[in-house]
């Protein structure tokens, strides 16, 4: 479906409509000092869908949580020492920390891409701070661009990569900074640079007082670095109409099984369900049976995380 993307000036009038798009589910563009980043609420897991969506993106990926200021932060973030040493010194500002999520966060588990840490960041940006306000809530927001194209660092940029996918784009013209935000873990026992951005290392390391560890890339926990490969404890069987034996069976589509990721065969609702179904049906402790996905749009995202969780193991 071809949407109308309307262009929102950064004014009263503009953000209110924005937030209110927002708020109805729909995918928003704005300007951070970073790059322009495609908003959806990180609470609604079929807008997070969406951003999948619009983008082609090709797999789950974590995306960052931005929001209004250290203190929405917090409750989605379990905070430490170095976190509030960071974001005294870096926030608002093109810094993001990941660190392990709270008990009863309330993102959507495609946010975290079904893992334990969330990655959040305050933008300093006028207009990104006047929407986050306006909306009251968290965004999930990676770059407003088609997956795997250059970051787009004007509203010009977004609409050639993302017009008629999305509802709106507020433009308050170029980005100040046009690099995206450095990444800092968290969620160890030692701050690990995940990603370089618009915070050098080097001053990081300067208020941190010590240095910053090298990630090794074994473990995908950060957004921008390669598809994460999220397994379950069990085993997992792919392309099953039904289930065999002690089987559960992930369905998709009409059809009688323990959970279902869309009875309507909605590709967007069952990105939305597919790691919260995975983490329900893994608890049980039984071998998981997931039903064909056909591998279309949003489905080959799904299937890609799929096959990654049915993978043998080492």
């Not at 409509?17 to 729909?26: D, E, I, K, S, V």
């Not at 891409?113 to 006028?126: C, F, K, N, S, Y």
């Not at 940029?157 to 308050?172: K, M, P, Y």
């Not at 379950?232 to 990721?261: I, K, Q, W, Y």
Request: aromatic share 4%; glycine share 12%.
């Amino acid at each position: 479906m071809t949407l109308k993307t309307e262009v929102l000036k950064p004014d009263a009038d503009g953000i209110a409509t924005a937030a209110g798009l927002l708020a109805a589910g729909a995918l928003v563009s704005f300007p951070t000092e970073t790059v322009y980043g495609l908003g959806a609420d990180a609470r609604n897991g079929k807008a997070v869908a969406g951003i999948y969506q619009a983008k082609g993106r090709p797999s789950f990926n974590p995306l960052i949580v931005h929001c209004a200021d250290a203190a929405m932060a917090r409750t989605f973030g379990v905070w430490n020492a170095p976190a509030e040493t960071l974001a005294r010194a870096f926030w608002p500002g093109p810094l993001t920390m990941v660190l392990p999520l709270v008990p009863g966060h309330g993102l959507s588990s495609l946010v975290t891409a079904g893992l334990d840490t969330v990655a959040l960041r305050v933008p300093r940006h006028p207009a990104a701070q006047r929407l986050l306000r306006a909306f009251g809530g968290p965004l999930a927001a990676p770059s407003a661009n088609p997956s795997g194209r250059i970051s787009a660092t004007t509203a010009a940029h977004v609409l050639a990569g993302l017009g008629g996918r999305i509802a709106a784009v507020l433009d308050d013209g170029p980005c100040p900074v046009g690099l995206e935000s450095t990444i800092v873990g968290l969620a160890g026992p030692t701050p690990v640079l995940l990603r370089a951005g618009g915070v050098a290392a080097e001053e990081i390391e300067a208020v941190l007082g010590a240095p910053l560890a090298v990630d090794d890339g074994a473990e995908i926990i950060a957004p921008g670095q390669l598809a994460s490969h999220y397994a379950p404890e069990a085993s997992v069987r792919l392309n099953a109409t039904t289930a065999r034996g002690a089987e559960v069976h992930l369905g998709f589509g009409p059809m009688d099984c323990d959970l279902n990721l869309s009875p309507s065969g909605d590709l967007a609702e069952a990105a939305a369900n597919l790691f919260e179904y995975l983490h329900r049906l893994d608890a049980t402790g039984a071998a998981i049976a997931v039903a064909p996905i056909p591998e279309t749009g949003l489905g080959l995202a799904i299937n890609d995380r799929l096959r990654r969780a049915a993978a043998p193991r080492d």
